[in-house]
């Protein structure tokens, strides 16, 4: 038998190669035949990462640039005999590997805690009988049943269908179910979506029977394969950790350079030793080197993930959380992510009233009011209404009532949407049965295109009939069809799905479980449109994006008109040369390919590698692309993009696998929170790096300049560490805590190859290491000079740099606004740390630690307001320059704000998507 893949076009053959490839037979297989080939193929399931052991998590914490560097300088400690500074740098690590390790651990077991773990069953013929099993059993060649409410185990080809219609809009995007055709047949370069002989794994039957071949199991199926993809691809790194591997680069190669220098001028110009200017390169490699910035820069990041946890987003990698704030781009699927999945009536049109009504309300939920010029319609005021609500209920197969005070639904989403109108309305199906009994039905087939009722009225049999408008119309009388079939088609065009709904007496007799006659001489009773429609706050989040500067795209399995309908009412495109297709795709050089996305904001009809290689050519162009979406079609794609944002509550695991954030209320709003919290997460970090980094730089200035100078060493090794890890650690983990400052959506994302290090922070760093490090040097020149030991020196040289660090956080809370505009109430934690901070130096002034440790003892009254009116001079500095810098640049950091594209030139083609099938039920 030959291998059963799904690299074979199955919906292309007809059915005697179909069995003749699988080696199948009408009857079913054996019990026997069945084991051997589950021995051969394996079972059918996909392939799964299995969840990270928690030694994998903690590992990862030490994978940082930063931390190699840390490490380095531990070793350096401990092989001079340091111990007292290894044993600090290794308290720092233990303490970043902890707080990091327990943060991603927890958001893997949140993210754990949302999959569904349901055991799938399936009807199967074996040994000439249908018999359930697990679908993992279930192998090439088997005979396979399917009924409403099935999941489809395999890849299927149909055999037979009655009524079938299957959801495939986690495959494909297209939220409307497809009816099934097992005798069509199709070349092979028919879309998934249109492949009517096929039901694929994963894909869910709404409605009628079917039997089809099973011609591919686990990983050879088109989920399979999507799963393959997900685990083989890799996905880009998030630009914080980008940004941090040049930084540890430049602060590396930056301390290796000036212990050098300062190695050779204190041999050569001052005969030190090698020895002692060894011991004291080490110094100056623990000053320059921010030990406190790791755990503070996993702190910044733990709380960013709290924060979003808050508003409706799992981060499942810590170094995400920046990610999504520095998006440039978001490439999201529209079903499921943009809209709501749910058939939602819209658009009422009545044979005998030529006013429109509009429906309000998103989804199943039956919320909403019916308009008529603007002004809501009460139960009962107009009788055209209430006779196409009660043919709406009438006329359907759905179940949709309240339980334990929420709505629940089952059924046909066409038919759902009819009962959540009629309900809007007033009306309710259970007590319309109840007045008017069903006796008898013709079910919809996608043959017929209409589905009818009969319902005992008073004596008489009435009929009540919805389907497409073309063939409802063709049994009315007195109906203007030639006006009403533009009306659909209208309607259609707007990317409505359009039914027709009529009602009349049945003609002739009509007897319970007989074969009824064709309605006729029926009485048109109105035009409904349905749509799938956005999500709430959906059109906000995407006008926040564009404010944010942030470049928002629909990539869609759905139909173009459809796509673009949701499109013009998000903003994003406004004419049908703006949508490109999956057929206008293919061939297309990488060139073309990147044209495409640079000018067009909509892609219909994409398939999952299409989508996969959107977001490569997106990156080419030098966006971070974050792809959002909820189905396995959307799984490689997740897993390629910089971040990857799954729906929690719809998606399937696939797709929360592959992603680095999960959307918990699967609302695409919720991203734009999810940004604003990243924002503010990198602007914490900058402020972060900028309070260590020029601290450690001032440091090194003043030992620098005490070098040149020919004086000793100004402070000993342990106590820098004690200013960067201890007191300064403090405050900037306090700071990691800042809240927003009110501008993160309104201003344009930072240019993805933007250093860390950009105009304004090396300024200000320089300024700062400059004020600090000269005055403090300052300072202990005049206390050696005027003849103060050493010790004593070092001593209050200590709590200078303490009250500096103190002063400074106040400079560090905003790049651009003055402190004295901060009241320091507003961030109570970083008021708190600060204090902190101060007291534990006070503490070790007291007590025999800091005295055998640290060298340092209480100083009097006059020396403490001295040294505190010198730690001034550092927020007169930085006030000065951020007064100058905002007469410089007025406008630092503005939003862009990226429009829909409408003089966009059409991507080459040499297809034409054909108009959609809008005959409905």
Request: with cysteine.
């Given at each position: 038998?030959?291998?059963?893949?799904?690299?074979?076009?199955?919906?292309?053959?007809?059915?005697?190669?179909?069995?003749?490839?699988?080696?199948?037979?009408?009857?079913?297989?054996?019990?026997?035949?069945?084991?051997?080939?589950?021995?051969?193929?394996?079972?059918?399931?996909?392939?799964?990462?299995?969840?990270?052991?928690?030694?994998?998590?903690?590992?990862r914490q030490f994978q940082?640039?930063?931390?190699?560097?840390?490490?380095?300088?531990?070793?350096?400690?401990?092989?001079?005999?340091?111990?007292?500074?290894?044993?600090?740098?290794?308290?720092?690590?233990?303490?970043?590997?902890?707080?990091?390790?327990y943060q991603e651990w927890r958001a893997e077991q949140s993210s754990r805690a949302l999959q569904k773990l349901l055991k799938i069953r399936a009807s199967v013929v074996r040994d000439g009988e249908v018999c359930e099993l697990d679908a993992e059993k279930v192998v090439p060649g088997d005979i396979v049943w399917l009924e409403s409410g099935n999941r489809v185990p395999a890849d299927l080809r149909l055999l037979s269908a009655q009524g079938l219609e299957v959801d495939e809009s986690l495959l494909t995007g297209e939220s409307l179910p497809v009816a099934k055709d097992?005798?069509?047949?199709?070349?092979?370069?028919?879309?998934?979506?249109?492949?009517?002989?096929?039901?694929?794994?994963?894909?869910?039957?709404?409605?009628?029977?079917?039997?089809?071949?099973?011609?591919?199991?686990?990983?050879?199926?088109?989920?399979?394969q999507l799963a393959l993809d997900v685990l083989g691809t890799s996905g880009g790194q998030p630009p914080l950790i980008e940004?941090?591997?040049?930084?540890?680069?430049?602060?590396?190669?930056?301390?290796?350079?000036?212990?050098?220098?300062?190695?050779?001028v204190g041999i050569l110009v001052h005969g030190h030793s090698i020895h002692d200017m060894f011991l004291f390169g080490v110094a100056l490699a623990v000053s320059a080197i921010p030990e406190g910035l790791p755990a503070a820069l996993t702190v910044a990041l733990s709380i960013a993930t709290t924060r979003m946890a808050r508003r409706g987003v799992i981060v499942r990698r810590l170094a995400a959380v920046e990610g999504l704030g520095s998006c440039t781009m978001i490439a999201s699927d529209k079903t499921g992510t943009l809209t709501c999945n749910e058939l939602t009536v819209r658009e009422i049109h009545l044979a005998a009233d030529p006013t429109p009504f509009e429906v309000t309300g998103e989804g199943f939920t039956p919320e909403g009011q019916v308009l008529r010029s603007g002004q809501p319609v009460e139960p009962g005021e107009s009788e055209g209404l209430e006779a196409l609500a009660r043919a709406a209920v009438l006329c359907n197969e759905a179940d949709l009532h309240r339980r334990d005070g929420a709505w629940i639904w089952r059924g046909d989403p066409t038919e759902i949407a009819l009962l959540a109108l009629a309900h809007k309305l007033g009306w309710n199906r259970e007590l319309a049965l109840e007045r008017h009994p069903q006796i008898n039905q013709i079910p919809f087939e996608p043959e017929r295109q209409f589905a009818a009722t009969f319902h005992r009225d008073n004596g008489a049999i009435r009929v009540f009939v919805k389907g497409a408008p073309e063939r409802v119309l063709a049994m009315c009388r007195d109906a203007d069809t030639q006006a009403l079939i533009a009306e659909a088609e209208s309607l259609a065009a707007r990317g409505f799905r359009v039914l027709a709904l009529a009602e009349g007496l049945a003609d002739g007799p009509v007897q319970a479980g007989g074969v009824p006659p064709e309605p006729r001489g029926l009485t048109l009773l109105g035009l409904v449109g349905m749509i799938d429609p956005l999500r709430p706050g959906v059109r906000d989040a995407v006008a926040a994006c564009a404010e944010a500067g942030i470049t928002v795209c629909m990539v869609t399995g759905d139909h173009p008109i459809t796509a673009l309908a949701i499109a013009r009412d998000l903003g994003l495109a406004h004419d049908p040369d703006q949508v490109v297709t999956g057929r206008q795709l293919e061939g297309l050089s990488p060139s073309e390919l990147e044209d495409a996305v640079r000018k067009a904001r909509v892609f219909a009809r994409v398939a999952p590698r299409q989508k996969l290689e959107l977001v490569e050519a997106a990156r080419r162009l030098g966006h971070y692309v974050a792809v959002t979406g909820d189905g396995v079609n959307d799984a490689p794609a997740l897993r390629a993009a910089n971040i990857g944002i799954a729906m929690g509550k719809s998606g399937t695991d696939v797709a929360r696998e592959a992603a680095e954030l999960v959307i918990s209320d699967d609302n695409f709003a919720t991203i734009v929170a999810g940004v604003e919290e990243g924002r503010v997460a990198y602007d914490n970090v900058r402020k972060v790096i900028y309070l260590l980094v020029s601290t450690g730089a001032a440091e090194v200035?003043?030992?620098?300049?005490?070098?040149?100078?020919?004086?000793?060493?100004?402070?000993?090794?342990?106590?820098?560490?004690?200013?960067?890890?201890?007191?300064?650690g403090i405050q900037g983990v306090a700071l990691a805590f800042e809240p927003g400052e009110g501008d993160a959506l309104r201003r344009r994302p930072r240019a993805p190859n933007e250093p860390i290090f950009n105009r304004l922070m090396i300024e200000r760093t320089l300024i700062a290491a400059l004020v600090i490090g000269g005055v403090a040097f300052g300072a202990y020149w005049w206390m050696i000079a005027r003849g103060w030991s050493q010790h004593s020196a070092r001593n209050a040289l200590l709590l200078l740099l303490v009250l500096f660090e103190i002063v400074h956080i106040g400079n560090c809370r905003s790049e651009t606004k003055s402190a004295l505009r901060l009241s320091p109430f507003r961030s109570p934690i970083l008021l708190w740390g600060s204090v902190l901070a101060l007291l534990v130096h006070v503490l070790a002034m007291y007590t025999p630690f800091g005295a055998i440790v640290l060298g340092v003892e209480p100083i009097d009254l006059g020396t403490w307001l001295v040294l505190y009116l010198l730690a001034l001079t550092v927020f007169v500095a930085i006030e000065l320059h951020k007064w100058h810098w905002s007469i410089r640049y007025p406008d630092d950091r503005p939003a862009a704000r990226p429009s829909p594209p409408r003089d966009a030139t059409p991507v080459p083609t040499a297809h034409q998507e054909p108009a959609p099938a809008r005959s409905g039920r």
């Open positions: 038998m030959q291998p059963a893949t799904n690299s074979r076009a199955w919906h292309s053959l007809g059915l005697p190669e179909v069995f003749a490839a699988t080696e199948a037979r009408d009857s079913g297989l054996t019990s026997s035949e069945a084991a051997s080939r589950l021995a051969i193929y394996g079972p059918n399931e996909l392939p799964q990462q299995p969840p990270p052991a928690w030694w994998q998590i903690l590992i940082s640039p930063l931390i190699y560097v840390l490490c380095v300088a531990a070793a350096v400690s401990t092989a001079v005999g340091d111990l007292t500074d290894a044993a600090f740098i290794a308290l720092v690590l233990a303490i970043n590997a902890a707080i990091g390790g097992p005798s069509w047949k199709g070349d092979p370069a028919t879309p998934t979506g249109d492949r009517l002989n096929m039901a694929y794994a994963g894909s869910t039957v709404i409605r009628g029977r079917g039997r089809g071949v099973v011609v591919a199991t686990g990983t050879s199926t088109l989920v399979g940004r941090m591997e040049r930084f540890a680069r430049t602060v590396a190669f930056g301390i290796l350079a000036a212990v050098v220098v300062v190695a050779l200035v003043a030992i620098g300049l005490a070098l040149f100078a020919g004086l000793p060493l100004p402070l000993l090794a342990v106590q820098l560490l004690w200013l960067n890890l201890v007191t300064n």
